[in-house]
C-alpha cells in the first residue's frame, strides 16, 4: 500500500521544476508525497512580479487543497516561502487554522516549518539568505524577527534571473556569503532553487547548522504525521532522527 507510514500532500508552485526532482531522492520507508500545483500566471521563477503571483496562489489555496485531499494525506505542505512573507504572520496562523478546520488535516509551511526547525534546535540568532530581489528578502528578514529570530546577517544572491535556473553550487555560495561569527545557524530561504545536494558540506565547511526550506519542510511534515525517521547526508536538522 503508498504510504503505509503516511501520505504527505505537497502544494508546488506552477513553474517550479526542482521541487519533486529534490524529494525523490529523499527516501523514507513507507511514506509518499503527492503533489498538486498551485494556481499563479507570468514568468513563473522570475524576481518581476512575485508579489502579484504569491497572491494568485493564496487565492486559489484551498481549491488545491481540496484536489490534494482526496489521497488522504495526514498532512499538506506549502512549499513555497515568499507565500508566507506576502501573508504575514496572522493572516498565515489564521490560513493554517482555516484549512485544518475544513479538510480534517495538518497543514503547515515552508516559512513556519524553517520557524519550528530553529525552534527545535535551540537557535536564535541566524544568518539568512534567499534567491530572491532585496524587498523580498527583507520581508522575510522581518517576518523571521517578528517571530523573535535575530537576523545578524542578510543577503540576496547576486545575478539571478530566474530562481529555477539557479543550481546547488550557487546555493553553497549563498550560504557562504551570509554566514556571519554571530550567527548560531544559516537559513537558506526558497524551494525553487535546489540546496538539499549541498547542506551536508556547507555545514561542515562553515561549523554549524544550515537550515533550507526545503529541508526544514519535509523535516516538518514527516514530524507532524509522526514519522521518526534520520536522513543522513541533508543537513542537522534531518539526520538525528524526527522528534
Not at 508525497?33 to 504569491?54: D, F, V
Not at 530572491?132 to 545575478?159: D, I, Q
Not at 544559516?186 to 529541508?215: C, F
Amino acid at each position: 500500500m503508498i504510504g503505509w507510514r503516511a501520505r504527505l500532500g505537497i502544494l508546488v508552485p506552477p513553474g517550479n521544476p526542482t521541487l519533486e526532482a529534490e524529494l525523490s531522492t529523499v527516501a523514507v520507508p513507507g511514506v509518499s508525497l503527492h503533489y498538486t500545483r498551485m494556481n499563479a500566471t507570468g514568468e513563473t521563477g522570475s524576481l518581476a512580479g512575485q508579489e502579484e503571483r504569491n497572491r494568485e496562489q493564496i487565492a486559489g489555496l484551498e481549491g488545491n487543497v481540496e484536489l490534494l485531499s482526496m489521497v488522504k494525506p495526514r498532512v499538506v505542505a506549502l512549499a513555497h516561502t515568499a507565500t508566507s512573507y506576502t501573508l504575514g504572520q496572522a493572516d498565515e496562523a489564521a490560513l493554517i487554522a482555516r484549512i485544518e478546520l475544513r479538510f480534517g488535516l495538518h497543514f503547515v509551511t515552508a516559512f513556519g516549518s524553517i520557524v519550528s526547525g530553529l525552534h527545535h534546535l535551540g537557535f536564535r540568532r541566524i544568518a539568512f539568505g534567499t534567491p530572491y530581489a532585496m524587498e523580498a528578502t527583507l520581508r522575510g528578514k522581518a517576518l523571521l524577527e517578528e517571530h523573535g529570530f535575530a537576523v545578524v546577517s542578510h543577503a540576496n544572491l547576486p545575478g539571478v534571473r530566474n530562481i529555477y535556473d539557479e543550481t546547488a553550487e550557487r546555493a553553497y555560495t549563498l550560504g557562504r556569503m551570509v554566514d556571519h561569527a554571530e550567527a548560531e545557524a544559516v537559513v537558506i530561504s526558497g524551494v525553487g532553487m535546489p540546496t538539499l545536494a549541498m547542506i551536508a558540506a556547507l555545514e561542515r565547511d562553515i561549523g554549524k547548522p544550515v537550515i533550507s526550506a526545503t529541508s526544514a519542510t519535509i523535516w516538518n511534515a514527516l514530524r507532524t504525521a509522526d514519522v521518526r525517521e534520520g536522513l543522513p547526508n541533508l543537513g542537522t536538522l534531518l539526520a538525528a532522527g524526527i522528534t
